[in-house]
């Protein structure tokens, strides 16, 4: 298991004695234990119940892919799935002990942050299916490269015995690497060829069909699965502001991949009325940092934003016209409240620790 959740980064400690006892009772003592269990109640389950287990990874649409999946397998039977936000590291031993005899499939959310997680994961569970939705510039702090975080990324697909399932996308350069190179079974996606729907990525629902599919679920059930889904909080989710503004609320998370593909859907989204951007740092980039915010300045340029407000430090690398810059979300709340209004469409785009969810606090 990587170095980072044996040991907790100074900074990152918390304060007092029974505190640190407390915190590294759980990550010595608890977590082992629960993960030692885990991994054996799923072998007894897989071996005599029949569950399977389909496992999820990609620099981004991971958790969106997984939900939507997950909304079409309940449709078939009992599905459990990841929930909530919490490192993988912790939840995939708690979400399988979520499982029962009865359940019939197991969907698990694999992102990876430091080289060697995905090792552990393979260990706890070596899925039946293993997806990837694609391969980009996230976590290069860690990673070093783009080839770093497809390195760590494929051993997903890779440990995949003969009989398995690989479902991959087949317009990321790193995944058409692995043609005709897996022990699994490989199925590829396209979603070019999906019908386009607003604030939606086809990646995802071809990624999602393709597993459907495979495991004989009809077209109607595919359908209806797809239409009971809700997108979780903070997941280009729109919210219709007091004010008469629509805000896309996408501040879960930020990367170069997923901020393209946010603008350019909010862009068309949002049409001729005015368009304002919200936008925060896309952290732990690392020797990437500059030129991947420089980039997003080009695009923010390029789609013509009636205003720019830009929260964080690394922002600074954004340059544009009407834009302007601030260090923390508080310091943006007076401007933010200010362009709400009628007529006004504003996508909020930033990582977790940024904060900006904060600025709408408590709308819905």
């Known amino acids: 298991m990587p170095i ?5 980064k100074s900074e990152n400690r918390p304060k007092g004695v029974v505190n640190i ?14 993960r030692k269990i885990a991994k054996y109640y799923l072998m007894v389950l897989r071996r005599f119940f029949g569950l399977k287990v389909i496992g ?3 620099s981004c649409g991971k958790t969106t892919t997984k939900d939507m999946l997950a909304s079409i397998l309940k449709l078939e039977g009992p599905t ?6 919490i490192d993988p590291v912790y939840n995939i031993p708690t979400t399988i002990l979520k499982c029962t005899p009865k359940t019939i499939y197991l969907v698990l959310e694999m992102g990876v942050e430091y080289p060697g997680e995905m090792d552990y994961y393979l260990w706890l569970a070596t899925p039946d299916i293993g997806v990837i939705t694609n391969i980009n510039p996230t976590h290069t702090l860690y990673f070093k490269s783009v080839e770093g975080v497809s390195a760590e990324k494929v051993k997903l697909v890779k440990a995949l015995p003969k009989g398995a399932l690989a479902v991959l996308n087949k317009n990321d350069a790193h995944l058409q690497k692995l043609a005709g190179k897996l022990k699994a079974k490989t199925i590829w996606f396209d979603g070019t060829k999906e019908k386009t729907v607003l604030l939606q990525n086809p990646d995802n629902i071809a990624s999602i069909k393709t597993v459907a599919r495979a495991l004989k679920v009809s077209e ?8 009971n889904f809700v997108p979780q909080d903070h997941r280009m989710k729109i919210i219709h502001h007091p004010s008469g503004a629509i805000i896309v609320d996408d501040s879960y998370n930020n990367n170069p991949k997923a901020a393209e593909f946010s603008i350019r859907e909010f862009a068309k989204f949002a049409g001729k009325n005015t368009k304002i951007l919200v936008f925060g740092d896309m952290l732990e ?4 940092e500059v030129i991947e915010h420089r980039k997003i300045g080009d695009l923010i340029t390029q789609i013509g934003f009636d205003r720019v407000i830009l929260v964080g430090k690394a922002v600074r690398n954004i340059k544009g016209p009407l834009v302007t810059y601030f260090s923390f979300w508080q310091e943006a709340k007076p401007t933010f409240d200010k362009l709400v209004g009628k007529g006004h469409y504003l996508l909020v785009k930033g990582s977790r620790s940024v904060g900006l969810e904060n600025l709408f606090h408590g709308v819905v």
Do not use: C, M, Q
């Open 4 to 8: 980072e959740h044996i040991y907790i």
């Open 21 to 34: 006892v407390r915190v590294y009772f759980r990550k010595w003592v608890v977590h082992p234990l629960k």
């Open 56 to 58: 999820i990874t990609g």
């Open 80 to 85: 459990v799935y990841s929930f909530a936000n």
């Open 220 to 227: 109607d059930k595919i359908k209806k699965g797809l239409a």
């Open 285 to 288: 980039l690392g020797g990437l």
